[in-house]
């Protein structure tokens, strides 16, 4: 079956760096996008990056741009997402999906808080 499982998350401090990891099984993976989204306390999940199957074309959202760098290692069903200059709003829950089968694929995700 399926399955995504998200790594890395912890505590952090405000300029600090974290990278997330999202191990893959249960499919090809290297035939298929993946996406990072987050979730605040109280907030809607949100968008935060994406990169094409071959990792050719990554796209983040506007608020994170240069701050946040999405990779993946297709040999190793991996995806990675660096995250540098952490700020306070950056806490969340972190989640790694895939759009596969007109069906959406979730990890667990992993939690990232950044506090002082």
């Known amino acids: 079956q399926v399955q995504l499982v998200e790594s890395g998350g912890g505590l952090v401090q405000p300029g600090g760096s974290l990278r997330l990891s999202c191990a893959a099984s249960g499919f090809t993976f290297s035939m298929y996008a993946v996406r990072w989204y987050r979730q605040a306390p109280g907030k809607e999940r949100e968008f935060v990056a994406f990169?094409?199957?071959?990792?050719?074309?990554?796209k983040y959202a506007d608020s994170l741009k240069g701050r946040f760098t999405m990779s993946r290692d297709n040999a190793k069903n991996m995806a990675s997402l660096q995250m540098n200059s952490l700020k306070p709003e950056d806490t969340a829950v972190y989640y790694c999906n895939v759009w596969m089968s007109l069906q959406n694929y979730w990890g667990q995700g992993t939690q990232v808080t950044v506090s002082s």
């Open positions: 990169i094409s199957s071959a990792g050719d074309v990554t």
